[in-house]
T-cell receptor, first 114, second 111 residues
Framework: NAGVTQTPKFQVLKTGQSMTLQCAQD?????MSWYRQDPGMGLRLIHY???????DQGEVPNGYNVSRSTTEDFPLRLLSAAPSQTSVYFC?????????????FGPGTRLTVL | LAKTTQPISMDSYEGQEVNITCSHN???????ITWYQQFPSQGPRFIIQ???TKVTNEVASLFIPADRKSSTLSLPRVSLSDTAVYYC????????????FGPGTRLSVLP
């Protein structure tokens, strides 16, 4: 199993540009989520999905859109990039939202917005 | 909603045992306590999880007292490769669904 994969690894955008961060998992996990991590900080939840066709907002959803058309894929779209969105983005998945379920994280995408 | 509280940083030397304590005073009855490890430029990785008493795996031990208001992650005989940030998770967000990550404890293992 490849686990959770993310592309690209690095990206530089100009203010106002849009782009999509890709996330895929091959573990047949129902639950997927996107976090952002700013320097020296913990992870903050952006959006999450409890299954195909179902998404919801996390702690910091503004400026981001998500969709979940398949169990495997959960892309994160930046609508109009801003310097405040410079961060490292992590995608994670778990079998369900059970209280003891382990989350598996991808390697991250490092995004810089100029 | 009270988040978990853990030391911001700790230093240790190779070969020592390291104990990182996390406070979670308002933990819900059904919540588990989970610890993740994060190396620089990588995503967090699950280390250990427990509900009460003691849990041990090949990487660490987790001690949870009866009142469950705190927990201690124990790393036996640390090496330089254990230098990382360690997150204690015990609280859900206001939706009752998602774990909340705090800033974690930055462990530096010195030679």
């Amino acid at each position: 199993n490849a686990g959770v994969t993310q592309t690209p690894k690095f990206q530089v955008l100009k203010t106002g540009q849009s782009m999509t961060l890709q996330c895929a998992q091959d573990m047949n996990h129902e639950y997927m989520s996107w976090y952002r991590q700013d320097p020296g900080m913990g992870l903050r939840l952006i959006h999450y999905s409890v299954g195909a066709g179902i998404t919801d907002q996390g702690e910091v959803p503004n400026g981001y859109n998500v969709s979940r058309s398949t169990t495997e894929d959960f892309p994160l779209r930046l609508l109009s990039a801003a310097p405040s969105q410079t961060s490292v983005y992590f995608c994670a998945s778990s079998y369900s939202l059970g209280r003891s379920d382990e989350q598996f994280f991808g390697p991250g995408t490092r995004l810089t917005v100029l | 909603l009270a988040k978990t509280t853990q030391p911001i940083s700790m230093d240790s030397y190779e070969g020592q045992e390291v104990n990182i304590t996390c406070s979670h005073n308002n933990i819900a009855t059904n919540d588990y306590i989970t610890w993740y490890q994060q190396f620089p430029s990588q995503g967090p990785r699950f280390i250990i999880q427990g509900y009460k008493t003691k849990v041990t795996n090949e990487v660490a031990s987790l001690f949870i007292p009866a009142d469950r208001k705190s927990s201690t992650l124990s790393l036996p005989r640390v090496s330089l490769s254990d230098t990382a940030v360690y997150y204690c998770l015990a609280k859900r967000d206001n939706y009752g669904q998602n774990f909340v990550f705090g800033p974690g404890t930055r462990l530096s293992v010195l030679p």
